[in-house]
């Protein structure tokens, strides 16, 4: 590991545009939130929820929710009401992960790019729950940001569905988000 400190610096540094990589949401301040905000609060989103989760790896589920948006780091988020349902965005952000990443010793690379694909997939459990945080903490943030005016919270009512349908709980999550995406809607609407 020491002989690589450079090359692991190297990456870290360029990791570092997550938290200048800006999404559609604001925050309860009204600025822009960051990637990295996002990922930070996935994160502990999965941790707060543990429990209700006994035949998961957390330690992976943790892994597989800080590498999940790291491809955006060079080169931006596109936001999901702007994504064209027709064309995958997977091949792109692959390949931004990928020039992320070449800085590193091939085995980090690999590993690294290892988590990135299994969430892509959603094949394992600890995927398919990641997706799920990950969807619910969008909408969540979306419920609390000052977010700009036109925003467009009915979008959301149907947004990530199919993966925060994973269970019982991230059900309950999402009818109690929806309750206030829908005030937000119809707030936004009446104006």
Known sequence: MIEHLHELLDFLRAAEQLKNTLRSGRTSQGRPESAAEHTWRLCLMALLFEDAYPGIDHHRLLKLCIVHDLGEALYGDI???????????????????????????????????????????????????????????????????????????????????RYTDLDPLTQALRAVIDVETQRRADASSAT
């Open 79 to 161: 936001p999901a009401i702007l994504q064209d349902p027709a064309v995958d965005k997977t091949p792109d952000e692959r390949l931004h992960l990928l020039e992320l990443l070449a800085p590193l010793p091939e085995t980090q690379q690999r590993a690294l790019l290892a988590l990135w694909d299994e969430y892509n997939a959603a094949t394992t459990p600890e995927a398919r729950l990641a997706k799920a945080f990950d969807k619910l903490e969008t909408l969540l943030q979306h419920t609390q940001g000052r977010n700009v005016d036109g925003f467009d919270y009915a979008f959301n009512l149907d947004y990530g569905r």
